[in-house]
């Protein structure tokens, strides 16, 4: 029989566009608020370079932004993340003709993937609770992320691998402190 044991903590993201920057400011400081400071936030990249799947909800000229936070998450809280940050969006008024003109993604980074939350099921997706499902959108091996069939194309492109890279290199030297630590 396997030995059940406890599962380390893994770094929270959250992707986070809009067609406004005060608008992602906002619910920037709303998720710091919560969540604790950021490690790193990503330049901003343009949503409409990698996909046009959200312009008839959210409008043209999207920005986004991947944030890092300092503070460890419990993989295990990922659906309720997921479900809160949803909330967060309904909060945000409809304007500029976009119905929703803010969508926060979250996910975590462990040291061997990229774990992303979603609403909507697919074969590729393993159901957590509260209609939210997970999906492993990239890999580590061999000193750098993989792609998956289903991996969307920002999330391949050099910028989110550099960050998400940055961002893993973090995790690595926070759980190498923590053991340093322990007694």
């Not at 959250?14 to 906002?26: D, G, T």
């Not at 945000?92 to 061997?112: C, M, T």
């Not at 580590?140 to 289903?150: E, N």
């Not at 691998?161 to 630590?181: G, I, P, S």
Request: aromatic residues 12%.
């Amino acid at each position: 029989m396997g030995e059940i044991k406890k599962i380390p903590a893994v770094l929270l993201i959250i992707a986070a566009f809009s067609h406004s920057r005060a608008l992602l400011a906002e619910a920037k400081e709303r998720a710091t608020a919560h969540f604790g400071p950021l490690y790193k936030e990503s330049p901003e990249f343009s949503v409409d370079e990698f996909t046009h799947y959200y312009e008839k909800e959210m409008g043209l000229d999207l920005i986004k932004q991947l944030w890092c936070f300092e503070n460890l998450v419990d993989p295990g809280e990922l659906a309720s993340i997921k479900v809160m940050t949803n909330s967060w969006e309904s909060d945000f008024p409809a304007e500029s003709g976009a119905q929703r003109p803010v969508n926060l993604d979250p996910g975590y980074i462990d040291l061997g993937k990229l774990i992303l939350a979603s609403t909507k099921d697919h074969a590729h997706r393993i159901y957590l609770q509260q209609g939210i499902f997970a999906e492993t959108t990239l890999m580590y091996r061999h000193k750098q992320w993989q792609s998956l069939a289903w991996t969307y194309p920002d999330y391949q492109s050099p910028g989110y691998l550099a960050f998400l890279t940055d961002c893993r290199e973090y995790l690595h030297r926070k759980r190498v402190l923590a053991m340093n630590e322990s007694p």
